[in-house]
Structure formats: structure tokens, C-alpha cells
């Protein structure tokens, strides 16, 4: 357990609930958010809030980082201009991925940060799941299943647009 932190769980079942549970795991992360969905529509990744919340998340260090993996990519590259905003302000922080066909078969949202923080909602097309703040096993062992996500997906959001 991290120090001088208490140990949170809890559950969700509506898309606001859901929506806190991520703004408590913005806040908790230090180093390292890794998201897993299957294209980010409903959690408020266009929101102001999260988006400050995440940009201070990101210069508070250099080493700060966002991985996302996301079966499909058009809602983010349509509704969510704040997040696309982000990953050209940190191109060198913050990475965009599609799943290949080995993942596609996945339906739920993993959510970790630095291995100790987690939001893991059940199915995409449900606001069930459940959270926990500094809950190291059950979040390092999303953080692997994200791993194996991550190493089998391809970049697919850059900062720039070459060749047009």
C-alpha cells in the first residue's frame, strides 16, 4: 500500500458514477494512466475538466505518460477534439492505439493507473463496474491484461498528419 494512502473500492452502475470513478483515478495517477475501451464515447474524455485534469496530470512530469488502446478510433477523432489537443500539446506522452484482431473479441474497459489505481467496467454497453484507489493486486493485474492489449495493437492517432 502507498504510503499515507487508504485503500477505496467501490462500484458503479451509472454513466455519472462511472464518470467519478475515472476523475478519482485522474486525480490518484502520478506516472502512468493506461486505458483500454472500446472508443472512450461516455466517459468524458472531452469534458473540460478531465482535460485540465489530465493536462496537469501531464506536467507535473516528464515522465508522466497516457497509453490508450481503443477497438475504434472515429469517435475520438470526431467528438473529442480536447483529447486530440492533448496528444499534440505531449505527442511524446500521450499515445493513441487500435486494437488488431486478436483483441477485438474484448468487451470490457480496463483503466489503471501507476499499478495501484483502477476503473474496470464490466461490458462496453453497460455502466457497471467497479474502482479502487490503491488497491495494488487487482489493479496490476488489469495493468497486465492492458500490457497484453497494448502489445498487440498498432498506433493508429499521431500528432501530425504527414502525407496529405
Known amino acids: 500500500m502507498a504510503e499515507g494512502m487508504a485503500t477505496l ?4 452502475s451509472l454513466p455519472s458514477e462511472y464518470r467519478a470513478a475515472i476523475d478519482r483515478l485522474v486525480a ?3 506516472r502512468r494512466i493506461c486505458i483500454f475501451d472500446r472508443d472512450l464515447v461516455g466517459a468524458g ?3 473540460p475538466a478531465r482535460f485540465d485534469a489530465l493536462r496537469r496530470f501531464l506536467l ?18 470526431c467528438a473529442h477534439p480536447r483529447l486530440l489537443l492533448l496528444l499534440r500539446q505531449f505527442s ?6 487500435r486494437t488488431e484482431a486478436e483483441a477485438r473479441g474484448i468487451c470490457d474497459s480496463i483503466m489503471v493507473a501507476d499499478a495501484l489505481h483502477f476503473v ?3 461490458h462496453f454497453d453497460h455502466a457497471r ?4 484507489l490503491n488497491e495494488p493486486v487487482e489493479a496490476e493485474a488489469l495493468a497486465r491484461r492492458f500490457a ?5 495493437s498498432q498506433p493508429a492517432i499521431t500528432a501530425t498528419v504527414l502525407g496529405l
Open 9 to 12: 473500492r467501490g462500484q458503479f
Open 28 to 30: 490518484a495517477a502520478r
Open 45 to 47: 474524455f472531452d469534458e
Open 60 to 77: 507535473a512530469s516528464r515522465d508522466s505518460r497516457i497509453e490508450i488502446v481503443l477497438h475504434e478510433i472515429r469517435a475520438v477523432e
Open 92 to 97: 511524446h506522452a500521450v499515445s493513441i492505439h
Open 120 to 122: 474496470h467496467r464490466f
Open 129 to 132: 463496474g467497479s474502482w479502487g
Open 148 to 152: 497484453e492489449i497494448w502489445h498487440t
